[in-house]
């Protein structure tokens, strides 16, 4: 006999689907991607379990750059459970975050031949 009726479902939502209980201050910028001029989107998939905790984040896409700032920053959140009939279940769905550096951090631009 199979495990499969063991194993709880992951319910596939939204971010928009899923309430912020906490979202902590925005980590420093990596200092490698901030010398190189790296700015990029990362997608990250995050599985919470059923009281809302992140327990497993991949990331999708993005900057090799920023991966791991993105993974471990979204492992600080915290989220209402997702819920099924009332009852909280472990969810999984994507969040998208954004890594733009301020103008003066950008490295200076190639100068151009005449």
Do not use: C
Request: proline share 12%; net charge positive; hydrophobic share 40%.
């Amino acid at each position: 006999m199979a495990d499969d009726t063991l194993k709880k479902k992951v319910l596939d939502v939204t971010f928009s689907q899923i309430k912020i209980r906490n979202q902590p201050p925005a980590p420093p910028y990596p200092t490698r991607a901030k010398e190189q001029g790296i700015q990029g989107t990362v997608v990250v998939e995050i599985t919470i379990d059923p009281t809302g905790m992140p327990i497993r984040v991949e990331a999708l896409s993005g900057p090799g750059e920023l991966l791991m700032t993105a993974i471990r920053y979204a492992l600080k959140w915290e989220f209402e459970p997702a819920r099924l009939n009332g009852i909280p279940q472990a969810a999984r769905f994507k969040l998208t975050m954004p890594f733009a550096l301020r103008e003066r951090h950008l490295p200076p631009s190639p100068k151009l031949g005449r």
